[in-house]
């Protein structure tokens, strides 16, 4: 008779959980602008972004393949089949405290930060593939909300240039409408990176427990990731949401179709790549971007450090609750 280790479900389970809470506590990176500038209204912007992460979540791989293989050697840590349960415990802790507290943090970093954790606390330095750390993860930690910024400025001129000579209120009765196609981009964009990391590390674990050979995502891994994501989204975070769409810079429909398109472009190109780039660094540089391009005094600056000080803390504190974690469970647990 076909029998599933305990310890596996655990850590199916808990890997789900933290696809629920990621899209519960990122659900406001697809929905803030549309909401905040009344084009929808929080059902329909929900609902709509539910649904396009549930099709975006099977739409690649090869961020899946990063997050199972490319981060850490398999090889390193084989036999440590607690290890991805507690990366998955790191990430989940971290990402309820700053969502409780309404901090727009990295629910990719807080995973991949546990995962470096708990790795670490197995075999050392040796078990972490730093090729892959900086290449899948430094570079887009620091390119991909330069590229927002840039993209969200960029998007912003060309706006001003093409629609100059209309009326205020005919450009935004335009964008009002283009506006829900904007959000619906990317929330494709955001299923298409963030379900794969899910998927990345229940692979790992598949692949650590022997059910595996390679690093290949088995489909029934894509369905329950997909559908965790979507119920997650469904949730939604509304402190995040005061967050993006108020405090920043105050968005009106022209403003919400730029940042959303920019962050949509950046987040579709790293996950062609198999970068695991953070959607909330993403959005947020892109608004920052957008608010720049009227000028730079209509940006709160305040709370961009506040963001940058959330990003900076995330991947080394979720490492250092990763590696708490593997330790405890290491004791009561020790598979």
Not at 313 to 322: D, E, H, R, S
Request: charged letters at 10%; one cysteine or more; a positive charge.
């Amino acid at each position: 008779m076909f029998e599933v280790p305990l310890l596996l479900v655990l850590i199916v389970i808990t890997a789900l959980i933290f696809d629920f809470t990621n899209g519960a506590h990122d659900c406001a990176n697809a929905i803030a602008t549309v909401v905040s500038t009344k084009v929808a209204t929080p059902r329909m912007a929900v609902t709509m972004a539910a649904l396009l992460n549930l099709l975006g979540a099977f739409l690649g791989t090869e961020v899946a393949k990063t997050l199972g293989g490319g981060l850490v050697y398999p090889a390193m840590v084989e036999g440590s089949q607690i290890l991805v349960f507690a990366a998955l415990v790191g990430a989940i802790v971290w990402n309820l405290l700053t969502w409780y507290l309404g901090i727009p943090s990295s629910s990719s970093h807080a995973l991949i930060g546990g995962l470096l954790g708990s790795a670490w606390a197995h075999a050392g330095f040796e078990a972490i593939n730093f090729s892959g750390v900086v290449t899948k993860v430094v570079l887009p930690f620091i390119g991909s909300p330069l590229a927002g910024f840039c993209a969200g400025f960029l998007a912003m001129f060309i706006i001003y240039w093409v629609c100059a000579r209309f009326r205020r209120a005919r450009i935004n009765a335009w964008f009002r409408r283009m506006q829900l196609v904007s959000a619906g981009f990317m929330a494709l964009s955001h299923g298409l990176n963030d379900a794969q990391k899910t998927m990345g590390v229940i692979t790992l674990a598949l692949l650590l427990f022997g059910y595996l050979d390679t690093v290949e995502i088995p489909l029934w891994v894509k369905l329950v990731c997909a559908l965790a994501m979507c119920m997650g989204t469904a949730i939604g975070g509304w402190k995040i949401v005061k967050t993006m769409g108020h405090r920043i810079f105050k968005l009106e429909p022209v403003h919400g179709f730029a940042a959303e398109t920019a962050t949509g472009c950046v987040i579709t190109c790293a996950s062609m790549i198999g970068a695991p780039v953070s959607t909330t660094h993403t959005v947020s540089s892109a608004i920052f971007g957008v608010g720049s391009s009227k000028r730079l005094s209509a940006v709160r600056w305040g709370v961009a450090g506040q963001l940058v000080i959330a990003w900076v803390l995330t991947l080394p504190c979720a490492g250092i609750v990763g590696a708490i974690s593997y330790k405890v469970l290491h004791m009561i647990w020790p598979a």
